[in-house]
């Protein structure tokens, strides 16, 4: 009985094939996904660009069942285009469409703020308070890059927080795009490369939610939001379409 016990806890630990269990495939899913959010997020993967399946497998370092996976993920977030028999398209930034989300997202983290605030638990209050006192430390050192990956944390928190599992489908989209059009405007429009302002809105979420001050933290969702509006007013006019649709023509052959 005991060999056949220990016999059956080594099928159980892998497939019978030898491939990795499931939980394992799903961490490798998971973190295809993760890594080609921040392609995109950082630019990498610049908007308009036009790839294969294989490109972005060695761009990656993933294997082609978990790219394949994370690339229908961005696909329904429309994030990513899959052009049957011709590849795959990194969606062009649309600044109106962008701009017109916006307001739904205002909503939606109202609603999840709300329940964040109210439902944070203990463990939930001490890392909010953790990011917090990081964010203050390093207000005036903090790379773009580095806020990026905390403004990921944050997010994450929040929805654990507010634990509907439902709204991460939901809200995890958005936060991509905007998380890229924060990139673009803080790296290539003049004279916004200063964090403070961003920062220092996420401050005021963060000590809110710690807080459990419900009222104040949707007070300070609406204040991020309506800052993030701001960004669309100068990039209208003011960045270089190219850099969201690589795919226009460049001026006199710049």
């Known amino acids: 009985m005991a060999r056949r016990k220990r016999a059956l806890e080594v099928v159980g630990s892998e497939d019978v094939e030898g491939k990795p269990s499931r939980r394992n495939r799903l961490n490798f899913f998971e973190l295809a996904y993760?890594?080609?959010?921040?392609?995109?997020?950082?630019?990498?993967?610049?908007?308009?660009?036009?790839?294969?399946?294989?490109?972005?497998?060695?761009?990656?370092?993933?294997g082609r069942?978990?790219?394949?996976?994370a690339v229908n993920r961005l696909s329904a977030?429309?994030?990513?285009?899959?052009?049957?028999?011709?590849?795959?398209?990194?969606a062009p930034i649309d600044l109106a469409r962008e701009r017109m989300l916006l307001d739904l997202r205002r909503d939606m983290e109202r609603f999840v703020i709300r329940l964040a605030a109210d439902r944070a638990s203990l463990s939930h209050r001490n890392q909010?308070?953790?990011?917090?006192?990081?964010?203050?430390?390093?207000?005036?050192?903090?790379?773009?890059?580095?806020?990026?990956?905390?403004?990921?944390?944050?997010?994450?928190?929040?929805?654990?927080?507010?634990?509907?599992?439902?709204?991460?489908?939901?809200?995890?989209?958005?936060?991509?795009?905007?998380?890229r059009i924060?990139?673009?405007?803080?790296?290539?429009?003049p004279g916004?490369?200063?964090?403070?302002?961003?920062?220092?809105?996420?401050?005021?979420?963060?000590?809110?939610?710690?807080?459990?001050?419900?009222?104040?933290a949707v007070k300070a969702s609406d204040a991020l939001i309506d800052y993030m509006g701001q960004m669309f007013t100068g990039m209208e006019t003011?960045?270089?379409?190219?850099?969201?649709?690589?795919?226009?023509?460049?001026?006199?052959?710049a």
């Open 128 to 179: 909010a308070l953790h990011i917090e006192r990081l964010l203050r430390e390093r207000r005036a050192t903090l790379t773009l890059d580095e806020f990026n990956s905390i403004d990921r944390r944050i997010d994450a928190l929040v929805l654990e927080a507010a634990g509907e599992p439902f709204l991460v489908h939901t809200l995890r989209p958005l936060h991509t795009l905007y998380r």
């Open 182 to 189: 924060g990139y673009i405007h803080h790296r290539f429009m």
């Open 192 to 216: 916004q490369a200063d964090l403070s302002g961003t920062i220092d809105h996420h401050l005021g979420i963060l000590n809110a939610v710690a807080n459990r001050r419900v009222e104040d």
């Open 34 to 62: 993760q890594r080609i959010e921040e392609l995109l997020v950082h630019c990498e993967l610049k908007p308009g660009q036009f790839m294969t399946m294989l490109e972005l497998q060695q761009i990656t370092g993933f």
């Open 65 to 69: 069942t978990p790219v394949h996976h």
């Open 77 to 90: 977030d429309t994030l990513i285009i899959i052009r049957p028999r011709h590849g795959l398209h990194i």
């Open 238 to 253: 003011g960045i270089d379409p190219r850099l969201l649709d690589c795919s226009i023509e460049p001026l006199l052959g």
